[in-house]
């Protein structure tokens, strides 16, 4: 039987473990035997690889006085000591001589008298220094006197602008807290008339409801009506268009918007978009449509969160136009309105109005219904979308008996019953006369919309006598022709 060897211990090593025994050379024990050990200075645990630099005194370099920093140090009559070890070439390459210049003391300001003389450096190898002015040791005085000596040296160097001087009576006392709310409300709180409630106060606490900027908000909007109105009689230009098919057009448009479950403030502003177009182009009869369409999906990527894709309003329209037409359609009519769709929907002027009417919800539905007969009946053009969703809240809160025109709403809605009477009786006129708008009429017939158009054509056809419209026989377009 053979004798079994003794297994050997296999002795693993780590030529990067410092604490292993192993006496193999590797290149970083190489290079720390060439490096000269008495040339460089004592090393501590987590201490960076920069040695601490001392002045030429032997002292270390204070963080008061910079003007030494980065140099070693030199004693008269001895050669620079050369530091040795491996040198990037990035420091000095090819040894090129590069003149520096030394910094201040802190003392001198970046304001004041250039008379102090710089320290000039210059290398001449890679760690080697020469000063071109003896080193001097720093006269230290008390503490009191740099300290006033810094003050005085500052307030000469310190431009006039930044000195302050205030006498003994103008001293800043204590602040005592102030509420920046109460400051706010003190300085841009609006004057209300009398018997006007401030309906904006309860609401300062929600940030959604903006109650700080609500009434400079609603001017803003008011000034910015008169840009964004059509001519009321842009139809005398158009050669092969009439009133009539506009009313076809959007009451078409009425139904596109329905199927996609679109905003309200989309339909409005696509409508705004045709007019002002055709305000401004001739038109033919076959291109109508495309306006329309057009129209409707820039008015949905302006309004919606999600629009829908342009190859939907070309499958809406019957394929009867391509996707380039319409995108090339919209690019046509964007810079003919200047790329300016700022239009102030009447819509925000009807929710604005409905929070003095304590946001009852069907005064508000039938208010809409109201307000889109402004969309079909030319009529309405001439009117500022405000005015005329004041309108359809007075009329609207008429219908369902809400009360008076009070001196709240009217303050909010910002215009009276005399300036209402107008716009209001043009929507009594709208109503009592035969159907000509089906979707329109289909839509509001429904229980979602409160059947707001079943309703008021009711009231209307009992009370239009009370306005003054006797003939209701003849509808919107009968009329246009006979006026024409």
Same mark, same amino acid.
């Given at each position: ?5 003794? !297994? ?77 070890? +491996? ?16 910094? $201040?003391?802190?003392?001198? $300001? ?19 220094? $020469? ?13 009191? !006197? ?13 431009? !006039? ?13 204590? +602040? ?8 706010? +409300? ?103 449509? +495309? ?97 005329? !969703? ?65 309703? $008021? ?28």
């Amino acid at each position: 039987m053979p004798v079994a060897r003794p !297994a050997r211990q296999r002795l693993v090593t780590n030529e990067n473990d410092e604490n292993s025994n192993s006496t193999r050379m590797t290149r970083a024990k190489a290079a720390a035997l060439e490096t000269d050990v008495a040339s460089q200075p004592v090393k501590q645990a987590f201490q960076s690889k920069k040695a601490p630099i001392t002045t030429a005194t032997g002292r270390r370099a204070a963080l008061g006085d910079v003007s030494n920093v980065g140099k070693t140090a030199v004693v008269e009559g001895k050669k620079p000591i050369k530091s040795s070890g +491996l040198v990037s070439k990035a420091v000095n390459p090819n040894g090129v001589q590069k003149a520096t210049h030394a910094r $201040t003391t802190s003392t001198r $300001t970046a304001l004041s008298s250039k008379e102090v003389k710089k320290t000039e450096v210059k290398k001449t190898g890679p760690g080697a220094v $020469t000063i071109g002015a003896p080193a001097h040791k720093r006269k230290v005085a008390s503490t009191m !006197a740099s300290v006033k000596q810094e003050e005085i040296l500052t307030e000469e160097s310190e431009p !006039a602008r930044k000195k302050i001087i205030m006498s003994e009576n103008e001293k800043p006392t204590k +602040l005592e807290h102030i509420d920046e709310k109460d400051v706010f +409300l003190d300085e841009a709180k609006p004057i209300y008339p009398p018997g006007v409630t401030n309906l904006d106060e309860e609401d300062l606490d929600d940030p959604l409801m903006a109650a700080e900027y609500a009434t400079e908000i609603f001017e803003y909007l008011k000034d910015l009506e008169c840009n964004s109105i059509p001519n009321p009689n842009y139809m005398e230009h158009q050669d092969d268009l009439e009133w009539k098919t506009r009313g076809i057009l959007v009451d078409w448009l009425i139904e596109v918007h329905t199927r996609f479950h679109l905003l309200p403030e989309t339909l409005f502003l696509a409508v705004n978009v045709i007019d002002r177009f055709l305000s401004e182009k001739v038109v033919q009869l076959e291109r109508l449509q +495309l306006v329309g369409i057009t129209a409707m999906f820039i008015a949905s990527k302006y309004e919606e969160v999600l629009s829908p894709h342009v190859a939907n309003f070309s499958h809406v329209a019957d394929d009867g136009f391509t996707v380039a037409e319409i995108l090339s359609a919209e690019r046509f009519i964007l810079s003919t309105l200047n790329y300016d769709l700022s239009y102030p929907n009447p819509m925000n002027f009807l929710r604005r109005i409905s929070k003095a009417d304590n946001y009852d919800i069907q005064s508000r539905t039938i208010g809409k219904y109201l307000m889109e007969i402004s969309l079909l009946d030319h009529r309405f053009m001439a009117y500022r979308p405000s005015h005329v !969703a004041a309108a359809a809240m007075y009329l609207s809160r008429m219908i369902l008996d809400r009360g008076e025109w009070d001196a709240t709403i009217a303050y909010y809605a910002g215009y009276t019953e005399e300036e209402i009477e107008p716009v209001f009786e043009l929507m009594v006129d709208y109503l009592a006369r035969p159907v000509i708008h089906e979707a329109f009429y289909k839509k509001y017939a429904s229980k979602k919309f409160l059947k707001a158009s079943l309703l $008021t054509r009711q009231w209307a056809k009992k009370n239009a006598p009370l306005f003054g419209i006797t003939d209701v026989r003849l509808s919107l377009d009968e009329l246009d022709e006979q006026s024409v």
